[in-house]
């Protein structure tokens, strides 16, 4: 399965985007799929995750209250919904998905596409 992320863009601080992550086949519902971000000379970091079933949904500490995800299985997309941006938010978000030992790790995960920058100015 592969993913393109999409719906990045420039904001100001305190403005929303909706981040879309479309996959190009179906997987099954055990699996897992995440949204990474990377700001420039940092690692990727985790934002969110949960299963295609919808169970166990994670968020990040800083995401938790500004950050939600949805899913449209039939559209085999999922959605970040990122309110109050903050310059720190700046960086390019990917998603990913697999079955990770550690659903906070980024190597447990495939799929990758480009990612889709996002930039928060202040």
Do not use: H
């Not at 399965?1 to 100001?12: C, D, R, T």
């Not at 919808?54 to 968020?59: H, M, R, S, V």
């Not at 700046?90 to 190597?107: E, K, N, Q």
Request: aromatic share 12%; net charge positive; hydrophobic share 35%.
């Amino acid at each position: 399965v592969q993913l393109q992320a999409s719906g990045g863009g420039v904001v100001q601080t305190g403005g929303s985007l909706r981040l879309s992550c479309r996959a190009n086949a179906p997987s099954t519902s055990n699996l897992f799929i995440a949204w990474f971000r990377q700001a420039p000379g940092k690692e990727r970091e985790f934002v969110a995750a949960l299963r295609w079933s919808g169970a166990d949904l994670t968020y990040a500490n800083f995401a938790k209250g500004r950050f939600s995800i949805s899913k449209d299985n039939r559209q085999l997309t999922m959605y970040l919904q990122m309110n109050n941006l903050e310059p720190e938010d700046t960086g390019v978000y990917y998603c990913g998905t697999g079955a990770p030992l550690y659903r906070r790790d980024a190597r447990g995960y495939g799929g990758w596409g480009p990612g889709t920058l996002v930039t928060v100015s202040s």
